[in-house]
């Protein structure tokens, strides 16, 4: 499977960004996904999942009401819209992928070393 992510950019304390992750090859309709960041000096970190089938998602507290996940398996497509965007969401966003064979149950998994493909990454910024 390979990921690509797009829409990250500069944007101001405040704002709103949508990244997107398409998917090529794979079975991405019985893909788990999720969305992690990596800020420089830091770990990487889960920010977003979401289940094959769409039903469950799960977001940790540091963006919770602020980050949504969402996906359309028609499309290969994975999104998630950023708002209310602070300066330490700041960070390299990378959308990933676990192997849909490895583990086929609908679940979310939230440590990095579970995700078998990941995005080249997309920067996003946000400033004062």
């Known amino acids: 499977v390979q990921l690509v992510e797009s829409g990250g950019r500069s944007v101001q304390v405040g704002g709103s960004l949508r990244l997107s992750c398409a998917a090529i090859?794979?079975?991405?309709?019985?893909?788990?996904m999720g969305w992690l960041r990596q800020a420089p000096g830091k770990e990487r970190e889960f920010v977003a999942g979401i289940s094959w089938t769409g039903d469950t998602i799960f977001y940790p507290d540091s963006v919770k009401g602020r980050f949504t996940i969402s996906r359309d398996n028609s499309k290969n497509v994975t999104f998630l819209q950023m708002d209310s965007l602070k300066p330490e969401d700041t960070a390299v966003y990378y959308c990933?992928?676990?192997?849909?064979?490895?583990?086929?149950?609908?679940?979310?998994?939230?440590?990095?070393?579970?995700?078998?493909?990941w995005g080249q990454g997309t920067q996003v910024t946000v400033s004062s």
């Open positions: 990933a992928a676990v192997d849909p064979d490895r583990k086929p149950l609908p679940r979310i998994y939230r440590d990095p070393k579970a995700y078998d493909y």
């Open positions: 090859g794979g079975r991405f309709s019985r893909t788990n």
